[in-house]
Each structure stands twice: as C-alpha cells, then as structure tokens.
C-alpha cells in the first residue's frame, strides 16, 4: 500500500519542546513536532516510551512542566479534555470506554452530546425541535455504523460483542463527534490479523472519505508503517526519530531501539 | 388464460414489462432497500425514470446491441437499474458470483469478451483491475459506492453518479432515444447470459432469451396466483438463476416488490422486517434457519424444551395434513391451533415466515425430516425442479399434493421424458438457446428433437411425480451391484444440525466410507454448554468428544439406511471428521456449495485410501485460500472411526 496524497502543508497541531514529569520520572523530555492537515501521523516506540503521555498532553489530560502546544495557530499550555472535545478533537482508548450494557446505536449516540442543542426536559419529552434534532442525529450515527459496517449490532449490547467488534463501535463514538483531529491509542492492540487489517481500511477510509487528521498510537511497527505519512518514534521519553516511513525504518537510532542495543 | 393486471404480451422485453408496470401502477413499489438503518422504497415510476437516465449514459460510453455487461454487487436497486438500462439498450447482462475471486472471474470476461463491468464497490473494482491485466478489452468500469476509491486514478473508471450525471443531459437532449432503443428490442434477444457453477470442469455462459425467461415466469406467477403485493427478499447471489428469477424476472413480470437487505449479515433481521409473502431458498438456507432454531432451544428452560419437543411431533403428523387441507378431526385441530399460538407462530415469527404464501425450495434434494419440520410449523414449503438451463420451473408442486420424496408433476408447458439410462429429458419453452461459444457443450445437452439432457437421473412415479435420485453421473453401484446414491446419504448426514457438509464414497467398492465437516456454531455452541475447551475449528473438529457426536449421528443415519432394503448396503462402515471446512474458495464446493465429490476425493487421496485401508489415524497436510487471494497451510492428524452397522431390517408385511 503506497500513499501518494497531496497534504495542505499547515500545521494544524504543534507541539515545542515539551517535557512532562511525574514527580521525579520525566515522561517525556524536549518533544517538538507537528501535525499537518489530513496527514495520518504514527507516534511509535517500545512499551514506557512515552507515547500515550504524549496523547494525553494533546488531549489536555496532561500539561506540560516546560514547552507549549498549539492547535490552529492557538497557544495553548493547558487544555481541558472538554475544551479539547469542543475544539474537535477526538480520541479512541486502548482499554475502551464504552457502556457496556448500552446498545451499539446508543454508545455511538452517546459521541454527539456534544453537538446537541436543546434542554434536557425537551429531549426527555421528544418535543418540536428535540424530536427534529434527534432525527439529524441519529443520521449522523447511521451513517457511522454504514461506514463502519456494524449494521448487523445496531441493538445489541456492546459488552456481548467481540474484542474487535468493540474497538470499531469505539472508533463510531469517537467519529460521532465529527472531529477534525482524530487521537487513536492503540486502535490494533489485542486483535488478530484479519482485525487488525479491518480496521487499518477503516483508519485509510476515514481519513480520506472525512478528510479528519489522525494521530495514531502503536507498538506494532509494521501496521504503522503501511498507513502513516509521518512516523514520529519515541523511546524513552525522547524522540528519536521523525519523517517518512521509509525515512524512519532507514534511522540507525530508531533500529537500535527496536533491536534493543545500549543507549 | 392471463389473469387480471398481468402483463400483456406485448411487453415481450424486461425493459418494456418495466415501462407498462411504471404507467399502470406508478407508484406501486418496485424495490425496497434497507440504508442507513431505514426502509427506502423506490417506486415502479422512479425506477423507469433511473432506468431512461442509465441506459442513455451506458449508449454515451459506447454500449451498444448484443455487448455483454457484467453485472457484479450484492443486490443493490443501482445494479438492478443497470441490468435493466442495459437490456434496455439490447444489450446482455451477464450478472456475476460477487464473492468470485479475481483469477475465478477471467474466464468468464475472456469467454463472453465483455468490455463492460457495472460493480457495487471498491472490492469489486480491485478485483476488475485485477481482472484487465488478462482482459485488456474490460475497458469501462462503474462503480455504485465511491468510499475507498477517491484516489483511483485508472483510465476508464467511472462512479454511478457521474454516469448518472451524463444520463441527464444526454435525457434532455435526446428524449427519443429510450423509446426507440425500447422498440428495438424483441422476445427472441438474448436477455442474459449465466453462468453455471459447473460441478465439473469450467463454467458454461447459458444463453436465455427474453421468451424463454417470460414464458417460464408466467407459468409460475399463473400456478400459485401470484400478484403485484408480493413481497419477495433478494439475498442470494444475482448470478445464481434462482435468484435472478424470483427478484428479477418474475418481479418484472408480476410487478411485486423486491426487497434489498441492508448487508449480508443483517438479512436475518430484515427478513422478520419485511415478511416476504414468496420465498425461495436452496435447501441449505432452509436448514441454517432449522440449525438456529435447534441451538435455540437447546439453550432453552426445560418447560420451553419439552413443549417445543411435544408439538413438533405432533406437528409432523398433523401439520402437513392441514396445509394439504385433508380431513383431520376437530380436537387435533384444536390441538394444533394450540401450538401454533405457543410455538409454530412465535418460531414463524422468529424466521421471519409468517407472511409466506408460498415458500420454494430447488437446487438440491432436502431431507425429508427438513421438509418435514417447516411444513408441520404451517410454512407452506414446496419443491420445485429445474436448473439454469431450463429457466428454473420444470417441475413444481401443486399445493394438497406436495411430498417430501418428489418434485411434483411437469409445469405447465414442459414435457418430461425419462431416458432408458435413467437420465431425466426436458423440452420446454424455456431452455436455453444455446451456451455461449461453445457448440460442442450445446450439441451434448440439446438433442436434435429439442430434448434438453438434464444429467440427473429420476423416474416418474404412479401419480405422474418426478423424483430426482441423484445425478445421473453420481449414481454408482457398490462392488456387490447394489444401488449406491452417495447425495442420499450425505443428505441424511446434513439434517444433524451439527453436521454442516458430507462426502460419501463407495462407487466400485465393497463398502461406503465418509468424510464429516462440523458446523463450527452448532458443535461449538455444543462444546461450550458442556465445559469442553477448544482453540478454534482444527482443534475442535478433533476432539474426541466431537468424534463420539458425530459417530451418533452416523449410528442413527445408518439404522435409517438399513430400515430400506435397496440401500442396506450402503451403510456408512467408516468415517472421519475433516479438519478443515470445504470451501468454495478451494474448490471444494461450487459457488452454490455442492460438493465437488471426484475433486474432493482426489485432494483427500490419503484420507480416502486410510479409511479403506483401516488405519486408526492420519496425518493430512492442506493448502487453504483465503478472501483476499494469500494461501496457508493447515495440517491435522485426524482419527478414523469405524460406525456400527445394522443388518438390514426385514420389511413388515
């Protein structure tokens, strides 16, 4: 799979020299990079690298001890989840929070809370433009479930559904927001290869189909290598190398790592 | 004698029965299909409107009279307007297995040399690129769902809108056009062109014209009364004829609604949506549906279960006699209204059959307890027989005269002859006209007095019912000269739910050996209740335990075999259960999953020769296809059982 896509070159998210520590553990250490528009961005390393830190700085679950972060040209150097939701960015988790005991429809429903509009006495009553507002959402949320074709799960209960199948109706509810930047953590984590190559076309798809940017997370090397335009690789808390697949799998840093040689 | 609001029989063509359907019942619906979780119905109106706009944009990409249009997608509104606007144009729709592999689907683009796909999405537009490196002459490919293929830049690609679009302005600036081209058109045009599966060597394109097509769906619509309210659901491939008759032909002719499920795996839930009124399946459905069902209530309390037990007995007895509308007495009927309020309407309801009128099975023999078990929950289940070749309805059976053993007397029109070889011989208006290209094939079914050769071999019993045995070339005898009808015995196999395919060997041998393939959900769902750990199919067809079920099964189908004294002597003496499930994909099955026995027979030459040769175990070593093309390895030492045997039972007087 090779991808030869035309990127409007603009940063959308920027990150410079952010470090971020626990107590005494420094989590990540100097990291500059960026997100441009419509690229799909891999952040890979070994298990303790710092990736997911480096997610939850994005996501404004963490801030930074030093450096910033700006996103469409906004400095920012703390954001609450919330703020980060308003400002179209949405994320997937590795070990998925979902509701269990609610219909696939209903947890994909769930992502658009965001978007509705009228009271919630209006809503629990179904009246004039609730009813109307409802209606335009579910639509969204059928259209999810098409692309992702889960049609066949509609009603059933997440929690009764296989690992993958969950994966895909947590990737729905994310898409539910309609986000301009996409944060996957680990989106192939714990799935087979026919699961796992599911959902790297549903990954191409998104991005091309919503044109929604997306920074994905993983340990799997050869799964990022095939989709990314960009590989950010992280070891350590530090990053170590950043450019083009090709460019990366050619990095004699970033093969020490991976083979495990002395720092 | 047509019946009233049928078509005249000056709509002699798919497209003209279109255009009197729009302007007598405008806003009747024509298809339905499930999208985006909603209903969407187009009308018999919108449906000839798409249809004008297609057929002038396929004439501006350069189709023209006698081109043959592939026709690739599962059943999709667009791609039944493509069929029509193609036809439209006197052009022949050749409708394609969509789960075919790329390789699979060469020799029929070489064979029909079609420069025309009209494919449902990106999988099938990999697979006609794939397809063009050896057809260079494919040189035009619409496709109906553009997700995934934005960034195909390949010359001669084309999305349905975009084709849509030039329909439009070539509408607006040649209004004439679809009339005249409809004009053109003829009963005798060749309308279609299938291709047959083909149990042996490479499949044959069948040539049908409009009159063969018509005729044979008239006779049908006439037989059970069929009107324009019908509800029929289209889930089965287009290219298989069953299919292609029943959503598409006859619903043309009859101007019933054709409903499009929303996937393949929602169709179970959209059948119990849509309630279709006229249903045809292959046996195969019939028996995944009983296969839910029995899982179903094995997981079921005790009270459910025993109920569930006592009125099918009593169902099996009662329930056929009713449908027949034969005397049975007020307090069994009583009985039976009973259970239909606590068991036979709830399962109807739960498969979605609660509106059947009619309910067709054909492609293979069913089990009689299969049969059995739908006509006594009050399904009116019928048989029917005929094939690709003779446009489907050859045979059908009345209603207060169906049995589970034939097929019923000839259909109106078709004159049925048994060959001194036992081979059953055709002559009806609908049989092909030829196949394509291939004079010598032709020359071998189609005799010179216009007898079609069906290659199965059946006899014509006291009441004038056809009973297929076997095919005529399957048929063998044992090495004692006994009757040996391997699908016979396969099929008793089949009707365990936990058994999903059989292979029968004993043609020239002393004794019949068999190959078993589980049904991975039921033997699974089996295992699970009862605590047993399994790591996936290789594993769980090996285990003991399964070898100890499957080994009742054969106990059962063999005690069966002996209760009949032509075939005592083809009790199953060994046994084994396959470690890998017969897959089209490997040739193992056709597209419409019969066994390919001689090939089976010869890839598993070592399982056969240990099963003969009495050996206790054998390691066997097997290449697996899968989906996307890639092959793997999977490898198994399979235990050999030897069944117990019954001698034959004397029959009583």
Not at chain 1, 210 to 220: A, K, R
Not at chain 2, 132 to 141: F, G, K, N, S
Not at chain 2, 252 to 267: A, H, I
Not at chain 2, 290 to 295: A, D, E, G, S, Y
């Amino acid at each position: 799979m090779s991808r030869t896509r035309h990127h409007n070159e603009s940063a959308l998210l920027k990150v410079e020299r952010a470090s971020l520590t626990f107590g005494g553990v420094k989590a990540l250490t100097d990291i500059s990079f960026d997100v441009r528009e419509h690229e799909i961005r891999a952040i890979i390393g070994p298990n303790g690298a710092g990736k997911s830190s480096l997610l939850n700085l994005i996501n404004g679950v963490y801030a930074p001890v030093a450096g910033s972060i700006s996103y469409r040209g906004q400095v920012r150097s703390r954001m609450h989840p919330h703020e980060a939701a308003r400002m179209g960015i949405a994320r997937t988790f590795q070990s998925l929070a979902l509701f269990k005991g609610m219909s696939v429809l209903d947890n994909i429903m769930t992502g658009r809370t965001l978007k509705m509009r009228s009271g919630l006495l209006a809503q629990a009553l179904r009246i004039g433009p609730a009813a109307r507002e409802e209606i335009a959402h579910r639509k969204v949320v059928e259209r999810i479930i098409d692309f992702l074709e889960i049609q066949a799960y509609r009603r059933q209960a997440v929690g009764t559904l296989s690992y993958g199948l969950q994966k895909r109706v947590d990737l729905g509810r994310a898409l539910a927001l309609e986000p301009e930047l996409l944060l996957l953590d680990e989106p192939m984590a714990g799935m087979n290869l026919e699961e796992k190559q599911d959902m790297c076309r549903f990954i191409l798809d998104v991005n091309e189909e919503f044109g929604t940017t997306i920074v994905l997370i993983e340990h799997d090397m050869s799964v990022v290598m095939d989709i990314s335009d960009r590989v950010l690789v992280l070891d350590y808390g530090r990053k170590i190398g950043d450019g083009t697949p090709d460019e990366v799998r050619a990095d004699q840093n970033v093969i020490n790592a991976y083979l495990g040689l002395a720092h | 004698m047509a019946q009233e609001g049928m078509a005249p029989t000056a709509a002699d063509t798919f497209p003209k029965l279109l255009i009197w359907h729009a302007r007598v019942r405008p806003d009747h619906p024509a298809l339905r299909e499930k999208d985006l979780g909603v209903w969407q119905t187009w009308s018999w109106s919108q449906l000839a409107t798409e249809v004008r706009l297609l057929a002038g944009a396929l004439h501006t990409q350069g189709v023209v009279r006698g081109d043959h249009v592939a026709i690739i997608g599962e059943n999709r509104p667009r791609l039944y307007a493509a069929m029509l606007a193609s036809q439209a144009l006197g052009a022949v729709a050749v409708p394609m297995y969509q789960d075919a592999t790329a390789p699979q689907m060469v020799h029929v683009f070489q064979d029909a040399q079609i420069a025309y796909a009209i494919v449902e999405d990106q999988e099938q537009v990999d697979k006609m690129l794939e397809v063009r490196e050896q057809c260079p002459e494919l040189a035009h490919i619409v496709f109906d769902d553009p997700r995934g293929l934005r960034n195909y830049d390949q010359h001669g690609l084309v999305s349905y809108e975009q084709l849509r679009e030039r329909g439009i302005e070539f509408a607006a600036a040649n209004p004439q056009f679809f009339d005249e081209q409809l004009a053109l058109g003829v009963a005798s045009d060749t309308a279609a062109l299938f291709y047959t599966s083909g149990t042996t060597g490479r499949p044959k394109g069948v040539v049908q014209t409009y009159a063969a097509l018509i005729d044979r769906v008239r006779a049908a619509t006439e037989f059970d009364q069929l009107g324009p309210d019908e509800d029929v659901l289209a889930y089965l491939p287009l290219a298989w004829i069953g299919q292609n008759i029943f959503s598409y032909a006859q619903a043309l002719y009859t101007g019933y609604t054709v409903n499009c499920p929303e996937s393949p795996s929602t169709v179970s839930n959209d059948m119990r949506e849509i309630g279709p009124t006229y249903y045809f399946a292959p046996p195969r459905v019939f028996e995944g549906m009983l296969t839910q069902v029995m899982i179903r209530m094995e997981d079921a309390g005790r009270v459910k279960r025993k109920l569930f037990e006592h009125f099918m007995q009593f169902g099996r007895r009662i329930g056929g006699r009713i449908l027949d509308q034969k005397p049975v007495s007020a307090l069994w009927r009583l009985w039976y209204a009973l259970g239909d309020i606590l068991i036979y309407g709830p399962i109807r309801n739960q498969l979605g059959l609660s509106r059947v009128k009619v309910a067709y099975t054909a492609g293979e023999a069913i089990g009689p307890d299969l049969f059995s078990f739908y006509r006594s929950l009050g399904v009116n289940l019928k048989q029917l027989y005929g094939s690709t070749e003779t446009a489907v309805f050859v045979c059908m059976q009345p209603d207060g005269q169906v049995r589970a053993d034939s097929v019923g007397p000839p259909a109106a029109g078709v004159e049925l002859r048994i060959a001194d070889n036992g081979e059953v011989l055709v002559r009806s208006p609908g049989l092909l006209k030829e196949y394509h290209h291939n004079p010598e094939a032709t020359a071998d079914v189609l005799d010179a007095e216009g007898w079609f050769h069906t290659g199965d071999a059946g006899l014509l019993d006291a009441d004038g019912h056809l009973r297929i045995i076997d095919r005529a070339a399957d048929v063998g005898r044992l090495a004692d000269g006994t009757l040996f009808a391997p699908k016979y015995i396969e099929n008793k196999l089949k009707f365990f739910p936990q058994i999903k395919e059989a292979v029968a060997f004993g043609d020239g041998r002393a004794q019949v050996c068999a190959f078993v393939n589980i049904d991975f959900e039921a033997v699974g769902n089996w295992a699970e209740r009862r605590g047993l750990p399994y790591t996936g199919y290789v594993d769980l067809a090996g285990k003991p335990e399964v070898l100890d079920l499957v080994a009742g099964c054969v106990d059962k189908v063999n005690a069966d075999l002996a209760a009949d004294p032509l075939l005592a002597n083809s009790q199953i003496h060994r046994f084994l259960v396959l470690h890998k499930e017969l897959d089209p994909d490997d040739d193992e099955l056709t597209r419409t999953r019969k066994v390919r026995r001689r090939f089976i027979a010869q890839k598993y030459q070592v399982l056969v020769d240990a099963l003969y040769g009495g050996r206790a175990s054998q390691y066997v070593e097997t290449e697996v296809r899968f989906e996307d093309g890639r092959v793997g390895k999977v490898a198994a030492t399979l235990q050999l059982r030897t069944a117990r045997t019954f001698s034959p039972v004397a029959r009583a007087a």
